[in-house]
């Protein structure tokens, strides 16, 4: 087909015709957006936001987070006896130890002294 | 057409008037001396406010970690065995339920103090004083609610050692 042949079969399209790629692209960007926007509203809505350490501001403490990837756990399956509950009691001692040696959240930290802005008494005035 | 122009008028004094009452009950509720104080020691509170906020997020990581560990493996297939080995393990399996519900309880309140600690992180401590000392004291609230649900999770951590040492010690006294 030649150029002459396309410009003329191309004066015969209409409005739709020739712009549909066009459209096309438009309504993929639009979609990409939108779809874009539902995955940052579940990401933040979620909870995931506030354990994604990989976000600005958390560089210092990133390289902190604990691997428990080689923690195995306790087997589901087998006999009870002495033997196995000794194993489960060495086991879960390790880990109450962990969770129970810190106190964590604590007030102290967040308290008006600790920030600098307690009310000043008379003396400080 | 009057009639919806009046309602709107009179909403938005009811607006304006609640805003305004807000913005003044926030300033009248401090001394100029604390204002002041607060303005002088804002860097190095919003500084400190910062470092805990990464260091919380580390803590929740890491917490989390610990707490999920315990749950599902430790607990589940403590009390998956004692089944599978037709004893009785009720006890042990309801503080399993109640400690799953807690540890839910714990990340929905994390998720509250992070989010009210990331909106007082916004405020400008020097331009605006009582707001972010208002907004510290919502932040301290919620970062206590987020402590006592870390306090029942370590008395329900307690009591399943307590029923197991219990489950053990009849085990102990049945196979005698």
């Given at each position: 087909?030649?150029?002459?042949?396309?410009?003329?079969?191309?004066?015969?399209?209409?409005?739709?015709?020739?712009h549909?790629?066009?459209?096309?692209?438009g309504?993929?960007?639009?979609l990409?957006?939108?779809?874009?926007?539902?995955?940052?509203?579940?990401?933040?809505?979620?909870?995931?936001?506030?354990?994604?350490?990989?976000?600005?501001?958390?560089?210092?403490?990133?390289?902190?987070?604990?691997?428990?990837?080689?923690?195995?756990?306790?087997?589901?399956?087998?006999?009870?006896?002495?033997?196995?509950?000794?194993?489960?009691?060495?086991?879960?001692?390790?880990?109450?130890?962990?969770?129970?040696?810190?106190?964590?959240?604590?007030?102290?930290?967040?308290?008006?002294?600790?920030?600098?802005?307690?009310?000043?008494?008379?003396?400080?005035? | 057409?009057?009639?919806?122009?009046v309602?709107?008028?009179?909403?938005?004094?009811?607006?304006?008037?609640?805003?305004?009452?807000?913005?003044?009950?926030?300033?009248?509720?401090?001394?100029?001396?604390?204002l002041?104080?607060?303005?002088?020691?804002?860097?190095?509170?919003?500084?400190?406010?910062?470092?805990l906020?990464?260091?919380?997020?580390l803590?929740?990581?890491?917490?989390?970690?610990?707490y999920?560990n315990?749950?599902?493996k430790?607990?589940?297939?403590?009390?998956?065995?004692?089944?599978?080995?037709?004893?009785?393990?009720?006890?042990?399996?309801?503080?399993?339920?109640?400690y799953?519900?807690?540890t839910?309880?714990?990340?929905?309140?994390?998720?509250?103090?992070?989010?009210?600690?990331?909106?007082?992180?916004?405020?400008?401590?020097?331009?605006?004083?009582a707001?972010?000392?208002?907004?510290?004291?919502?932040?301290?609230?919620?970062?206590?609610?987020?402590?006592?649900?870390?306090?029942?999770?370590?008395?329900?951590?307690?009591?399943?050692k307590?029923?197991?040492?219990?489950?053990?010690?009849?085990?102990?006294?049945?196979?005698?």
């Open positions: 087909m030649s150029e002459e042949e396309l410009i003329a079969e191309a004066e015969h399209l209409n409005a739709w015709q020739r549909k790629f066009m459209v096309l692209v309504l993929t960007i639009a990409s957006l939108v779809l874009v926007s539902v995955s940052l509203w579940l990401y933040n809505t979620s909870g995931a936001a506030q354990l994604d350490l990989s976000r600005p501001g958390y560089q210092s403490v990133r390289d902190q987070v604990g691997q428990d990837t080689d923690f195995e756990g306790y087997a589901s399956s087998g006999v009870i006896d002495e033997a196995a509950l000794d194993e489960f009691r060495k086991l879960y001692d390790e880990q109450l130890e962990r969770a129970t040696a810190v106190e964590s959240f604590g007030g102290s930290v967040m308290s008006n002294e600790a920030l600098g802005i307690d009310a000043p008494t008379a003396q400080t005035q | 057409m009057n009639r919806l122009l309602a709107l008028s009179f909403f938005a004094v009811l607006l304006f008037g609640a805003v305004a009452s807000q913005a003044v009950h926030a300033q009248s509720a401090l001394s100029e001396q604390h002041q104080r607060i303005r002088q020691n804002c860097v190095t509170a919003q500084t400190a406010l910062n470092q906020h990464a260091s919380d997020a803590l929740r990581v890491n917490r989390g970690q610990l999920e315990i749950s599902t430790l607990m589940a297939p403590l009390n998956s065995r004692i089944a599978l080995n037709r004893h009785e393990g009720l006890k042990l399996a309801a503080t399993t339920l109640e799953d519900r807690q839910d309880v714990f990340r929905s309140s994390y998720k509250d103090y992070e989010e009210s600690m990331s909106r007082l992180l916004q405020i400008n401590c020097a331009e605006q004083p707001e972010f000392y208002e907004s510290v004291q919502e932040t301290r609230e919620k970062r206590q609610r987020l402590h006592e649900d870390t306090e029942t999770l370590t008395m329900l951590l307690r009591a399943y307590t029923e197991f040492e219990d489950f053990s010690s009849d085990f102990g006294g049945g196979a005698e």
